[in-house]
Nanobody, 120 residues
Framework: QVQLVESGGGLVQRGGSLRRSCAAS????????MGWFRQAPGKQRELVAD???????NYGDYVKGRFTISRDDTKNMVNLQMNSLKPEDTAVYYC??????????????WGQGIQVTVSS
C-alpha cells in the first residue's frame, strides 16, 4: 500500500518560513516525479514545485525564488522549504508522486494535504 504522509503545515506571519515534508512508503521517490500542489478556497489546484526522477526542478512563477523543493533518497522523502511567505500562499498543500510505468500507465498518488495559513 502506497502512502504519502505529509507534515509541517501551520500558521505563520507574513515573511516567515515553513518547511513541509512528505514521507513515502510503498514507492521509491527517486523513481517518480515528486511534486507539491496547493489549493486555495474557490481556486483550482495549482503546481507549486516538482522534481523529476533526474532531479530537474520546476517551480510555479508565484513561488520562484522563495520556495525550494528537495529530495532525500536515504529517507525516501521530499521536502518543500517555503520562505518569505505571503498571505496569498495560504492554501492546502498536497504532496504528489507521478510516473509513467514501463507498460505506459500513469501511476500517481496524493498525500492527505495540510493547511498552510499566512497571516498579514
Amino acid at each position: 500500500q502506497v502512502q504519502l504522509v505529509e507534515s509541517g503545515g501551520g500558521l505563520v506571519q507574513r515573511g516567515g518560513s515553513l518547511r513541509r515534508s512528505c514521507a513515502a512508503s510503498g514507492i521509491t521517490v527517486s523513481m517518480f516525479t515528486m511534486g507539491w500542489f496547493r489549493q486555495a478556497p474557490g481556486k483550482q489546484r495549482e503546481l507549486v514545485a516538482d522534481m523529476s526522477s533526474g532531479t530537474v526542478t520546476n517551480y510555479g512563477d508565484y513561488v520562484k525564488g522563495r520556495f525550494t523543493i528537495s529530495r532525500d533518497d536515504t529517507k525516501n522523502m521530499v521536502n518543500l522549504q517555503m520562505n518569505s511567505l505571503k498571505p496569498e500562499d495560504t492554501a492546502v498543500y498536497y504532496c504528489n508522486a507521478i510516473r509513467i510505468t514501463p507498460d505506459s500507465r500513469t501511476e500517481y498518488y496524493w498525500g492527505q494535504g495540510i493547511q498552510v495559513t499566512v497571516s498579514s
